[in-house]
Structures are given as C-alpha cells and as structure tokens.
C-alpha cells in the first residue's frame, strides 16, 4: 500500500463517542428553568446532532424570549454549570463509552500522519466535562465545537482546518473523516467534502445512515472492518 494521506479524524461525541444517560438534556432544562421559568422549552423538536447554540436559540424562539449572542450565551452558561452536576448523578450502567471507541482512538494515535480530533455541536467546555467522565478528554487535542459555530459544517469545515494545521500541511491536502451518528453529521461531512463514516450507536440505524449519505455505516466500531475503514480508507 501506497502512502496514507495525512488523516484528520473528527469525532462527534452524543450518540458517536458516549450515552450520557440523558445528563445533557436534565442539564439544559435546568437552565431553561432557571433563567426562564420553564422546563420544557426543547420539548418541542428534535436535539438531535444539532449544535449547542442552535438549540439554546430554538428553545428561545419557541418561549418567544430574546435571541440575541447574550441571551444564549447566559443559557449556556446555565446549562455547563447544570451539566456539571449532572454528568457525575448518572449510573455508571447509563454513562458509558461507546463500544470500538477507545480502541479506535488508540490505533488512530498510534498512527503517523494522524490527527484525532472532535467534530461536536457541543461547546468546547460541554465537550470537557462529558468526556472526562469515561477518560478519554485527554485523547483530543484539538476540533470543531458548538462555539466556534452554531452550524454543523462550519464547525466542522474549523475542525478540520485545526488538525490539518497540526499536522503542517494545508487542509485540502488531507483525508478528512467524520465520525457520527445522524444525518446531521452526515450532511456536515459533505458540506466539506469529507468522508462520513456513520454508526448506529444513536437514534438512526447504519442503513438509516447509509441512506442519508454517509460513505460507510455500522452497528459501531467493533464491527468487521470499521476499523480497517477508519484507518486505511479504501
């Protein structure tokens, strides 16, 4: 085999990396409670591989409250100071790192020519206090968070641009991948021109996966030739 291009790994984290047991969710209804009386101000839609802000600033349409940057930044900061109460109150049963996960981040970063990264909707500190539960934070050194964009391919498109910068060469000289588990991925991978490897680790099933665009899709990454894909491509 001929050379690898230099490979920019970018992982989402809810549903791809790790199950929270819902902890995001109680954390930011606890925020929508305490800075607006209600509970259930997401109630009505999907979270679903949407971004942090883009959430916070649905959930403020919906209650008919004030959109503007310090409006959602004030739910943010809410929301991170509830997560961090609640991400440490789930069972270990309902917390848990996504099977091939670990695995899959080692041999990655055993590989020259390799960036490991985070493609995520959450905010970079959302993004801490999740993965530092299940020991692995450590493992990504750079990404594309929630709050260098409210869209999903811009934060990725970031992402990708980070690790190429890591790696001392120019993005489009690179193997971007990314690694998720709804068709929100899916379609931010394609906005940059990325491969999207899917698992069904989430709500949508590998042939859900397939058949909204993504390059490959499995149950996740212990199955036969996730790995190989992750790493080798074709």
């Known amino acids: 085999m001929g050379a690898m291009r230099p490979t920019v790994l970018l992982f989402d984290i809810d549903g791809t990396l790790v199950t929270t047991g819902g902890a ?18 997401c109630d009505s839609f999907s979270m679903s591989g949407m971004t942090d802000r883009a959430i916070v600033r649905k959930a403020l349409e919906f209650l008919g409250a004030p959109t503007s940057p310090d409006a959602i930044t004030a739910v943010i900061d809410a929301y991170l100071a509830a997560l961090a109460e609640e991400v440490p109150r789930v069972h270990d049963r309902d917390y848990r790192l996504h099977p091939g996960m ?3 981040v080692d041999a990655a970063h055993g590989r020259k ?13 959302g993004a801490r206090i999740k993965l530092e539960r299940v020991r692995i934070h450590d493992r990504f050194s750079f990404g594309g968070f929630g709050c260098d964009h409210e869209d999903r391919v811009e934060l990725i498109r970031h992402g990708a641009k980070s690790g190429a910068a890591l790696l001392g060469v120019p993005v489009e000289q690179c193997r971007v991948v990314v690694i998720g588990d709804t068709p929100k991925d899916v379609a931010a991978a394609q906005g940059i021109g990325a491969t999207c490897i899917g698992v ?12 909204s665009g993504a390059d490959y899709a499995f149950p996740d990454l212990t199955a036969r030739e996730a790995l190989a894909v992750l790493l080798d491509g074709r």
Not at 117 to 124: A, D, H, I, M, Y
Not at 200 to 211: H, I, S, V
């Open 24 to 41: 995001g969710r109680r954390a930011m209804e606890r925020a929508f409670e305490r800075l607006h009386g209600r509970r259930d101000a």
């Open 102 to 104: 670990r695995e899959a």
């Open 113 to 125: 020519g390799f960036a490991v990264g985070l493609g995520t909707g959450n905010v970079r500190e």
């Open 200 to 211: 069904g680790t989430g709500n949508f099933t590998p042939d859900a996966l397939l058949a």
